[in-house]
């Protein structure tokens, strides 16, 4: 395992404890922020998706056969979540651990060169596990936000793993545009942001006209689309980056419906 890979299974883990700790007993029937889904809803999708990672790694032309027929059918991920509602809180709990814990330790034994087959764009394993942690903060996000809205005690702090969903928001930039069918843009966009700890955290080319700047929280939150454009506070210069941030999509499947705008303002 590399380096990266080890640093990146790392932070994974950390993520997935910092979502863990929300979780018990009363949580489980909380509405979140998307449409229909409740807490329950949002560790089934995670857990579902993470047995499906497992066999993407260690099965993969049997998962590329599996994701063609999703595809052909129509992957539902309200259908997905929807078979599992009657599971009783603790026994959601104890899969969504088992399955989390299937793919830290499979992707610890990957070769780290090995190309996963996705429902989208085949990925490398760094890429495969970015966004695995990418998924487990933005659904975080909708844990803390339902319990936030339901009038619970639900605090998570920012932290400097932002700067992996960050990246992988970067690079879905020709997938935001792809998957709403709109010409990919050839224009250079620089991003310019400040991580939870102080630090920077840039990428794009330097005297780039198109520009986002501000933090790496508002940035995760709107490539995930957790919150609307307009609810926070990213200064965006240029026609592209303007356009891309209106439809910014760091996962994989259809366009997202993302927040309305005021909700979080």
């Given at each position: 395992?590399?380096?990266?890979?080890?640093?990146?299974?790392?932070?994974?883990?950390?993520?997935?404890?910092?979502?863990?700790?929300?979780?018990?007993?009363?949580?489980?029937?909380?509405?979140?922020?998307?449409?229909?889904?409740?807490?329950?809803?949002?560790?089934?999708?995670?857990?579902?998706?993470?047995?499906?990672?497992?066999?993407?790694?260690?099965?993969?032309?049997?998962?590329?056969?599996?994701?063609?027929?999703?595809?052909?059918?129509?992957?539902?991920?309200?259908?997905?979540?929807?078979?599992?509602?009657?599971?009783?809180?603790?026994?959601?709990?104890?899969?969504?651990?088992?399955?989390?814990?299937?793919?830290?330790?499979?992707?610890?034994?990957?070769?780290?060169?090995?190309?996963?087959?996705?429902?989208?764009?085949?990925?490398?394993?760094?890429?495969?596990?970015?966004?695995?942690?990418?998924?487990?903060?933005?659904?975080?996000?909708?844990?803390?936000?339902?319990?936030?809205?339901?009038?619970?005690?639900?605090?998570?702090?920012?932290?400097?793993?932002?700067?992996?969903?960050?990246?992988?928001?970067?690079?879905?930039?020709?997938?935001?545009?792809?998957?709403?069918?709109?010409?990919?843009?050839?224009?250079?966009?620089?991003?310019?942001?400040?991580?939870?700890?102080?630090?920077p955290w840039t990428a794009g080319p330097e005297?780039?006209?198109?520009?986002?700047?501000?933090?790496?929280?508002?940035?995760?939150?709107?490539?995930?689309?957790?919150?609307?454009?307009?609810?926070?506070?990213?200064?965006?210069?240029?026609?592209?980056?303007?356009?891309?941030?209106?439809?910014?999509?760091?996962?994989?499947?259809?366009?997202g419906t993302g927040r309305r705008p005021g909700?979080?303002?």
């Amino acid at each position: 395992m590399g380096v990266a890979t080890e640093v990146l299974i790392r932070d994974l883990s950390a993520e997935t404890a910092d979502l863990d700790r929300l979780l018990g007993p009363g949580v489980w029937d909380v509405p979140t922020p998307a449409e229909g889904w409740a807490v329950r809803d949002q560790i089934a999708h995670l857990a579902w998706f993470d047995d499906a990672a497992v066999r993407a790694v260690t099965t993969p032309e049997e998962f590329r056969a599996e994701a063609r027929a999703a595809a052909d059918a129509g992957l539902d991920a309200d259908a997905l979540v929807a078979e599992r509602r009657s599971m009783p809180g603790e026994d959601l709990l104890a899969w969504f651990r088992s399955a989390r814990a299937g793919l830290t330790e499979t992707l610890a034994a990957a070769d780290p060169k090995t190309r996963i087959p996705w429902y989208g764009p085949d990925m490398g394993l760094a890429s495969f596990a970015t966004a695995r942690l990418m998924e487990t903060w933005a659904h975080g996000q909708d844990v803390v936000d339902g319990l936030r809205e339901a009038g619970r005690d639900a605090v998570r702090e920012p932290t400097d793993r932002l700067r992996h969903v960050a990246e992988i928001g970067v690079r879905a930039l020709p997938w935001s545009f792809m998957v709403r069918r709109r010409p990919v843009p050839r224009v250079p966009v620089r991003i310019e942001l400040t991580l939870p700890g102080g630090g920077p955290w840039t990428a794009g080319p330097e005297g780039a006209a198109d520009v986002v700047r501000g933090t790496a929280l508002d940035f995760c939150l709107v490539v995930t689309q957790r919150r609307h454009p307009a609810d926070v506070d990213l200064a965006v210069s240029g026609a592209v980056a303007k356009e891309w941030i209106g439809i910014a999509q760091a996962f994989a499947g259809p366009p997202g419906t993302g927040r309305r705008p005021g909700r979080f303002a």
